[in-house]
């Protein structure tokens, strides 16, 4: 860098340098978490999808009251359940985060289920929010993680 002349210009204009040098963590939102899910639907017009909506609204829901503090959880909590990183990489996700269903058929669940290795989540297909709510508190809260608090 010194031979370039470039480690004289960092030192001459380090606020220019800074966020190219510098990792600074965005501050999640409960819109920017949202936004970084990739949600996988069943097929358009059927049973599943439609109770997958439902679902859907209650994970923004549960968002927006993590946000606002109003749960046990935080969106930090969230995105380290799902994917092991409580922090968006300065370069993102590879693979993208991405949220799924359980289905009572497929397999009976009252609490997500995340796989970090794929940035997947699974949510459990519960009737109304205040369960899906204390569900997810239940499970994000009493997850550990790769022996991180």
Same mark, same amino acid.
């Given at each position: ?15 220019? @340098? ?127 993680? @790769?022996?991180?608090?």
């Amino acid at each position: 860098m010194k031979t370039l002349g470039i480690l004289e210009k960092i030192k001459q204009y380090p606020d220019t @340098f800074f966020p190219l040098l510098c990792h600074k963590p965005i501050k999640l939102t409960a819109d920017i978490l949202d936004g970084l899910f990739h949600i996988t639907f069943s097929i358009d017009g059927s049973k599943r999808k439609f109770v997958e909506s439902r679902v859907v609204a209650f994970w923004r829901d549960y968002l927006q009251d993590t946000e606002e503090g109003n749960t046990e959880s935080s969106l930090e909590c969230i995105l380290a359940f799902a994917t092991g990183s409580s922090t968006v990489p300065p370069v993102g996700f590879c693979p993208e985060p991405s949220l799924e269903f359980l289905h009572p058929q497929d397999v009976a669940a009252k609490f997500p289920i995340a796989n970090t290795c794929v940035n997947c989540m699974r949510l459990p297909l519960l009737d109304n929010y205040e369960n899906f709510k204390t569900n997810m508190d239940f499970a994000i809260c009493n997850t550990q993680g @790769f022996g991180i608090e």
